[in-house]
């Protein structure tokens, strides 16, 4: 059985990281573009001008109309191409980075992947997620290549709204259990063939340091500060659950993500879709409720929903929710047994119940 491993050949993280980005960037091209929505340019727009005060390389920007669709990476495509682009760099949150994912395998040349925020484990990824107009999942494209540089400046991420890097840990509490259930199934990764040892030590690990560093972070994050909490949790959404996710595997939780964007609205973030997800994933594989209980309450003390209310979502849409988690193009496959729409309805509503003592 085939075993590959993926991941981007550089990571940085610090506080004012964002300084070196010009230089950076001078290893890896001459014409960058820079993609990013009007809030984040005007947080990032002033240290990226400074850094590359000093580089050989210039940058323009390209405004990010919000959502990954066919019709914007074909649009900012085209920009790049004109503009002969041979650096790529996405700044903000997921879409944004995924949308420059999206550019860079049509066009090529290399690409930074900037986080401003710590709420999903995209950054490190070589997968697309690619909505509808209508904000829809409609599928997720893998490129080749990751990012050549993640560069995450940890003083922009700690004066994010908190509730970003509470959806990061959200994403991040499912990369060891879903890990778990694609060993266990025989599940495939998205790196190609079963899980390796190193994807698997790094979920565990990312698990980990979540459990000690997160609560304490929410706090530093909450009051704009960075601490070695701060630096601990952000390098576990970021890169451990990053590299853990690729490389060990996604499963029910975030199947019934992807069941809850494609058959409902709701407002909830990735990873608060995730995290309820996980809750519900954990009753499929009948952990015993001691655990169930131990991550619901751990969850909703950092400010995670642990409900279907919590989320935005009505019990009569469970069904349809879970008819879309168990779709063939989710990652329910990986979940041992062979999951059933009702199987997944009961384990949401079961997980609903137990996040009501918690909330």
Known sequence: MTRSFVSPPRYVQSVGALARLGTLIDRLGAEALLIADEVVHDVVVDAVDESFAEARA???????????????IARLSAIARERETD?????????????????????????????????????????????????????????DSRPDLVL??????????????VSGIGDALATRFETAATVES??????????????IALAEQCYDVLRTYAPDAVTAVDEGTVTDAVEETTEAIVLLSGLGFENGGLAAAHAIHDGITSAVESDATHGEKVCLGLLAQLVLEGRPDDERRDLARFASGIGLPVTLDGIGVSTSRVEAIARAACGDDTTIGNQPGDQTPADVAEALLAANELGRSFE
């Open 58 to 72: 210039r940058y323009r920007v390209s405004i990010f109309e919000g959502e990954c669709t066919e019709r914007e």
């Open 87 to 143: 650096v790529v760099v996405g700044a903000g949150g997921g879409k944004a980075i995924d949308v420059a994912k999206a550019v860079r395998g049509r066009v090529g040349g290399a690409l930074v992947s900037l986080p401003t925020v710590a709420s999903t484990d995209a950054p490190t990824s070589g997968l697309s997620v690619v909505y509808s107009e209508d904000g829809r999942v409609v599928g997720g494209v893998v490129h």
């Open 152 to 165: 995450v400046d940890t003083e922009v991420v700690a004066t994010a709204p908190t509730r970003w890097f």
């Open 186 to 199: 025989g599940g495939e990764t998205v790196a190609g063939g079963t899980p390796t040892r190193a994807g």
